[in-house]
C-alpha cells in the first residue's frame, strides 16, 4: 500500500483525533519529514487534511478528485476497478488502458483522469474533456470473436444508463449505437477499442466519457448531469455505480446471456424514428425497426426491405 495510502486510512479510522507525525511515521515505518510530504501531495489531490500546528494532523474531508484509492473505497465490483489508475491529466485515456493491455495489465483495470488533452470520440472525432468531466476506460478480456464487440459497446452504455437512473432518478437515452442522452442533448459516449486477430479477441477497452459537472460544446446540442439536477455530481460514486452495473452486465454476458438488449430497446431513442445513417462509403435513410443479437441497426427502406447496419453515424430525423 501507498504510503499516502495509509496515510488517509488512519486518519480516517480515528476521525475526531489529531494524529502527530512522528506517530503516523511510527505507524507507517516512514520519517516525520515524509509524512508531511505526503501530506502536501495528499492536499495538492483534494484531501482536507488540516495541520494543526506542534499537534498534527486531522482528516476533515476526503477528496471529491477520482484518485483510486478512493474509487477503491467502498467499490462493489469484484473485477472492474479493482487495479485503477488516476491521472490529472492524459491525452486519452482509452490510449493508456491500450498500452497497459499490450502489457499484460489485468481484465478490470481502470484509467480515469481528470482531464484529457486529446480525448477522441468515435469516427475519429475529438473528445473534449475539460475538468468536471468523467473520463475513463476499462480493460476486457472477454475472449470473443471480434464481431460481438459491438454488443459490449451497446451494454456498457445500458450501465451508465442504470446508474444514472440509480443515483439521480433521471433518465439517459440510449442514441445509436452509444451516444448518452437526455432530451436528444448529448450528455456522453462511449468508444470501444479493440486489438486481436481476425478470429480472437486480445482485449477490449471500453472508454467513457460524461459530461457530469460540466457540458462541453460539441458538434450537437450537450448537456450535463449537473445542470439537469441542479447540483454537483459525486464523481466517485457515480463512477463506482457505473462499474457495479457493468460488472453485473458484463457477466451475464460472458454467460451468453443477451437480456440486455430488451433493456437496451426500450431506452433507445432511435428505435421507431426515420433516421439517416451515414458510414464510410454510403448514406442511407430508412425507419429504425429493431436492434438484432448483433447489437446492428435494423432498417426499414422506402421500399420495404430491411438493411441491418452494424456500424456510421446516426442522425435522427423525426
Ligand atoms: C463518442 O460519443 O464519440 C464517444 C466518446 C468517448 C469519450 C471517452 S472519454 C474516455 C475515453 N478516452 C477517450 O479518448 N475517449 C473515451
Excluded at 451508465?160 to 432530451?183: E, F, G, T
Aim: with cysteine; proline share 2%; net charge neutral.
Amino acid at each position: 500500500m501507498a504510503h499516502s495510502d495509509s496515510i488517509v486510512d488512519f486518519l480516517l479510522k480515528e476521525p475526531d483525533r489529531t494524529l502527530s507525525g512522528g506517530e503516523l511515521g511510527r505507524r507507517i515505518g516512514i520519517s516525520r519529514t515524509a509524512v508531511w510530504k505526503n501530506v502536501q501531495a495528499l492536499q495538492k489531490e483534494g484531501y482536507k487534511i488540516e495541520v494543526r500546528k506542534g499537534r498534527g494532523y486531522k482528516l476533515n474531508a476526503l477528496t471529491s478528485t477520482p484518485v483510486a484509492r478512493e474509487i477503491k473505497r467502498g467499490l462493489s465490483t469484484k473485477i472492474l476497478g479493482r487495479t485503477s489508475f488516476y491521472y490529472e491529466e492524459v491525452e486519452s485515456t482509452n490510449n493508456i488502458a491500450k498500452e497497459l493491455a499490450r502489457e499484460g495489465s489485468a481484465e478490470g483495470t481502470l484509467v480515469i483522469a481528470g482531464v484529457q488533452t486529446k480525448g477522441r470520440g468515435r469516427l475519429d472525432r475529438a473528445w473534449e474533456s475539460p475538468v468536471g468531466g468523467i473520463y475513463l476506460s476499462l480493460i476486457l478480456r472477454p475472449g470473443i470473436h471480434p464481431s460481438s464487440i459491438a454488443r459490449l459497446t451497446l451494454l456498457s452504455g445500458l450501465a451508465v444508463v442504470r446508474a444514472v437512473k440509480s443515483l439521480y432518478d433521471l433518465k439517459v437515452w440510449l442514441k445509436w449505437p452509444n451516444d448518452l442522452v437526455i432530451s436528444d442533448t448529448k450528455l456522453g459516449g462511449i468508444l470501444s477499442e479493440m486489438e486481436g486477430e481476425a478470429e480472437n479477441v486480445n482485449f477490449v477497452v471500453i472508454g467513457i466519457g460524461i459530461n457530469a459537472n460540466r457540458n462541453v460544446t460539441v458538434d450537437i446540442p450537450s448537456t450535463s448531469i449537473k445542470a439537469e439536477i441542479g447540483r454537483e455530481v459525486d464523481i466517485i460514486g457515480l463512477v463506482q455505480e457505473i462499474l457495479k452495473e457493468l460488472e453485473r452486465l458484463y457477466l451475464e454476458f460472458l454467460e451468453g446471456s443477451t437480456t440486455f438488449l430488451d433493456e437496451y430497446k426500450k431506452s433507445s431513442n432511435t428505435l421507431g424514428r426515420a433516421v439517416e445513417i451515414q458510414g464510410r462509403d454510403k448514406t442511407i435513410t430508412g425507419r429504425a425497426l429493431d436492434i438484432d443479437s448483433d447489437g446492428a441497426l435494423l432498417l426499414q427502406m422506402s421500399d420495404g426491405t430491411i438493411e441491418k447496419v452494424l456500424s456510421g453515424d446516426c442522425i435522427h430525423l423525426s
